[in-house]
């Protein structure tokens, strides 16, 4: 099963505007890319189970008006080259760029692994994903929501006025933690968190405040997973 991504849906948009979406056979959209619909208002259909039967067709419905283009006209050979269309070829990406993109792959796998062990967790790793896409595409925070304890609450150690900051981990990790009852999900959030602090070192300077930021809220989930009610960063 393939995972559309908030970017996938956001690229597509951009090449041509649509009212309808319509996911393809083998197919799932992340949180991130649902809520890309619902804030533009496009209708999302599918079956109850989140996965269209294989049928053919392209995965996008309803164009705008002024598009002369019709589904199912076209041979599979140009239906290909349209979903391909816009997409940059490997090489003409910077390194960074394609690390982030299987870090957000690595996130998305994280969210689907842990959803029987902890969804609240789960929920919050799709999240921060869907928060991983913006850094991808370098797109600002809108205005009202440019409240980063939103995305970084504040606890003891962290808060509004330094989680956007490089920030050393609360605690080292250890075998002692990946023994604990809740050992996976820490484990788990500790490789995130290590894999997106390498990469971090790669992004662009005005990329690195909302890398800084994620980063920071890996580290309070990780605590929390442990069972910290004091903090240790100091």
């Not at 948009?13 to 890319?33: D, M």
Request: glycine fraction near 8%; aromatic fraction near 6%; include cysteine.
């Amino acid at each position: 099963m393939r995972f559309i991504t908030e970017e996938d849906l956001r690229q597509r948009f951009r090449r041509e505007r649509f009212t309808e979406y319509e996911p393809e056979a083998g197919t799932r959209l992340t949180p991130g890319a649902r809520q890309f619909l619902s804030d533009r208002g496009i209708r999302l259909t599918e079956t109850e189970n989140g996965v269209r039967p294989g049928n053919g067709q392209t995965g996008f419905g309803k164009k705008e008006a002024g598009s002369s283009l019709k589904q199912n006209e076209q041979p599979r050979e140009t239906e290909a080259e349209e979903r391909s269309q816009g997409a940059h070829p490997a090489e003409e990406l910077p390194c960074w760029q394609l690390e982030l993109g299987n870090l957000q792959a690595d996130f998305l796998q994280a969210g689907l692994d842990l959803q029987r062990e902890d969804v609240l967790v789960s929920k919050e790793i799709f999240e921060l994903e869907r928060n991983l896409s913006r850094l991808a595409s370098g797109e600002e925070m809108a205005e009202g929501e440019r409240r980063w304890e939103m995305l970084c609450p504040a606890c003891t150690g962290i808060g509004p006025e330094n989680c956007r900051k490089c920030l050393a981990d609360c605690f080292e990790i250890t075998g002692f933690h990946a023994q604990s009852p809740n050992g996976r999900v820490v484990i788990r959030l500790h490789v995130l968190r290590s894999r997106l602090r390498k990469l971090e070192r790669e992004l662009p300077d005005d990329r690195k405040e909302m890398a800084h930021c994620i980063i920071n809220r890996l580290s309070q989930m990780i605590c929390h997973g442990f069972g910290g009610k004091i903090c240790q960063k100091n």
